[in-house]
């Protein structure tokens, strides 16, 4: 942020307001083994702070906007009940008008965007990322369909496990567990980067939530990525395609679950030629899924996940001043 080229320090001038509050660290501190109080203490001194602050008076905060770090739903506890996740941050009623910015987005509410999962490839130069699209063009692909994760056996919708049994039955499938001993490889950015590289389909299921970082390690390594449940890519509208069958498979997540459906023929159904469609529409996304290097940053053709997100967040703070303007409030629901 600190790098962006249209800064001021005049907020009269300023189309958007950034709040530098860590809410995802502050969060972190207090998410395990706490009772709602002592989670909610952060957020409630932060918006009591930030709603006294001569910036705010202008338009009650819908023109300011904050980057949270974690999944929506560690900010969004609706009651103060024992066993309730997460703080209520983003259901207090001035984070509402604000818009945050999070790895994962509620798909029934307007005040969160989802942004991409950061990745192991922070580029330099428009040239660093011509160079990675013109290698992963060129990989060997000897291996169909892979799946890096761990089971989830204490969630019972979860599918992990059924998708887990169908990849080791499948001669077309590599595995890389993560359970037990797989752990450490699965923390190797080498080992998993090495299987996406390698892999024609990465299979893409929710875990404990509907996304995961790992669907952007398998992008940017020109791995199609293979969707179960729609909440997993829906949620990034700035950042991926509004069509999802122009870059990625989707496979409803009831017919694996209810065993109707063996992911391996469901692949092998798609054609060469549209699996190079798709693979090249993949390497197409990688410039604006990527997060360029703070420092060292001289992008001139490409626009990153960074430019990208600033652009929405103009956008989006530009209508909501709109709506401030007709009727004196920004708050509103998807």
Not at 102 to 117: F, H, K, R
Not at 258 to 286: C, H, P, T, W, Y
Request: aromatic share 10%.
């Amino acid at each position: 942020m600190q790098q962006y080229p249209c800064l001021t320090s005049n907020s009269r001038t300023a189309v958007a307001i950034y709040v530098p509050f860590y809410a995802g660290l502050e969060a972190s501190r207090c998410l395990w083994n706490h009772n709602h109080t002592i989670r909610d203490a952060g957020p409630l001194r932060f918006v009591d702070w930030v709603k006294r602050q001569p910036e705010w008076e202008a338009f009650g905060g819908c023109d300011h906007f904050m980057v949270a770090g974690r999944i929506t739903w560690d900010f969004r506890r609706v009651k103060d009940e024992a066993g309730e996740w997460g703080n209520k941050l983003l259901h207090l009623p001035e984070m509402q008008k604000m818009t945050t910015l999070l790895v994962e987005g509620s798909p029934w509410d307007n005040n969160d965007v989802a942004i991409p999962y950061p990745t192991y490839f922070h580029p330099s130069s428009d040239s660093e990322i011509s160079i990675w699209q013109t290698q992963v063009m060129k990989f060997k692909r000897k291996v169909m369909f892979s799946f890096a994760g761990g089971g989830r056996p204490h969630m019972k919708e979860s599918i992990r496990e059924h998708i887990m049994q169908q990849c080791r039955q499948s001669k077309h499938c590599k595995l890389l567990a993560c359970n037990n001993l797989g752990v450490g490889k699965c923390n190797s950015p080498e080992k998993v980067m090495e299987l996406f590289e390698e892999s024609v389909f990465c299979l893409q299921p929710p875990g404990d939530s509907a996304t995961r970082r790992s669907i952007f390690d398998s992008i940017l390594a020109g791995c199609i990525p293979v969707f179960f449940h729609p909440n997993s890519f829906s949620g990034y509208k700035w950042h991926f395609p509004q069509n999802q069958s122009s870059y990625s498979v989707y496979i409803p997540e009831s017919h694996v679950r209810s065993r109707d459906l063996n992911i391996e023929s469901q692949l092998l159904q798609i054609s060469s030629g549209e699996i190079k469609k798709l693979q090249k529409a993949v390497i197409q996304l990688i410039p604006g899924l990527v997060y360029a290097h703070p420092k060292k940053t001289h992008l001139q053709k490409f626009h990153d996940a960074f430019d990208i997100a600033v652009q929405g967040v103009l956008n989006q703070i530009l209508h909501l001043k709109l709506l401030h303007s007709s009727n004196g409030s920004c708050t509103h629901k998807k």
